[in-house]
C-alpha cells in the first residue's frame, strides 16, 4: 500500500511515493516542476486569468458567475468551453512534462464548476453547433481535454471531485470516470477534513468510490493540523478501499514517516 503526499516542501517529496507537487493552483502562479515530483495543475480554476479575462468565467441558470464572490465557490472557474482556455490547459501540461522530465502529470479542476454551470454564450453556441444537450457537450468537451493532454504526458492522474452518488459527477460537473478510464492512469479523490475525528463517513464514500471507479484510484487526506493519531486511524480506514492513500499539506516530515511506518506494519 502507497502513502504517498501532496506537497509544498521539496525536501517531502522524495521520501513518499506518489508525490505531487502543485506546479499550478488556484491563484494561477506557476511554481517550476520538480524532476522527482509529479506535476499537479489546476487547469480550469485560475483566480488570476479570470481577472485578466472576465469574460471566460462560467455562468450558472440564473447568470451567477463561479468566482470567489459567489455563495458556493472558494476560487474562480473558467470555462473549458473556450478555444483559449483548453489550449492554455494543454500548454501547462506540456510545459510540465518538459520541467519534470517526466511523462507523469496529475490534472486537478479539470471539471465545470457544479449544476448548471457553464451556459455562457460559447456554451450555448458550440453545444447547439454540435447539436448536444449542454450536459452532454460538456462531457464531451472534458472528455476531449483529458485525451489531448494524454497525447503529452503518457501517464496521467486526476482528480475528481468526492461525489460518488450515482450520476452526479457526469450531471454536476461534467466528469464521466468512464469515458476517462482510457486515458487517466489513477483517479484521485479528495476527501477532507479538519479532524477526522469520526471515520464512519469516510468509509462510506470510499467504499462506494471503490465500487464507481473503473481502475486505479487514490484517497487524499488533509493533513495539515490534523492530529498525528487521528490522521493515522483515517489513512488506515481509508486504504482498504483504495490502491494508495496520500496525505496533503502536511509541512512534518517526522509524522508523515510515522504515519507511513504504521501503515507498512497494517499492511
Known amino acids: ?65 463561479a468566482t470567489r464572490a459567489s455563495r458556493y465557490f472558494d476560487w474562480d472557474a473558467i470555462c473549458p468551453s473556450h478555444d483559449a482556455t483548453f489550449d492554455q490547459g494543454l500548454n501547462w ?76 459527477l457526469q450531471r454536476r460537473f461534467g466528469v464521466d470516470p468512464d469515458r476517462l478510464a482510457h486515458d487517466v492512469e489513477a483517479f484521485v479523490v479528495p476527501i477532507y477534513d479538519l479532524h477526522y475525528a469520526t471515520t464512519y463517513w469516510l468509509e462510506i464514500l470510499a467504499e462506494a468510490f471503490l465500487e464507481l471507479i473503473p481502475g486505479r484510484y487514490y484517497i487524499e487526506l488533509y493533513g495539515l493540523q490534523v492530529p498525528e493519531e487521528a490522521l493515522l486511524h483515517a489513512c488506515q480506514v481509508a486504504q482498504a478501499y483504495c490502491d494508495g492513500v496520500i496525505v496533503a499539506y502536511e509541512n512534518h516530515l517526522p509524522k508523515l514517516q510515522r504515519i507511513e511506518e504504521r501503515l507498512a506494519l497494517d499492511s
Request: some cysteine; overall charge neutral.
Open 93 to 168: 501540461v506540456a510545459e510540465a512534462v518538459r520541467q519534470s522530465g517526466s511523462g507523469t502529470v496529475r490534472l486537478d479542476d479539470v471539471t465545470y464548476a457544479r449544476e448548471g454551470f457553464c451556459q455562457c454564450q460559447t456554451c450555448q453556441t458550440k453545444s447547439q453547433d454540435a447539436g448536444m444537450t449542454l450536459n452532454a457537450f460538456r462531457i464531451q468537451r472534458l472528455v476531449d481535454f483529458v485525451r489531448q493532454a494524454h497525447l503529452i504526458a503518457p501517464h496521467l492522474h486526476m482528480t475528481l471531485f468526492p461525489d460518488p452518488f450515482p450520476g452526479h
Open 1 to 65: 500500500m502507497a502513502l504517498g503526499v501532496v506537497s509544498r516542501f521539496a525536501d517531502h517529496l522524495q521520501h513518499f511515493t506518489p508525490a505531487y507537487y502543485e506546479v499550478k493552483g488556484v491563484t494561477g502562479v506557476w511554481h517550476n516542476a520538480l524532476p522527482y515530483a509529479i506535476p499537479m495543475i489546476s487547469v480550469f480554476g485560475d483566480n488570476r486569468l479570470s481577472k485578466a479575462h472576465p469574460e471566460w468565467v462560467q455562468i450558472g441558470p440564473d447568470g451567477e458567475r
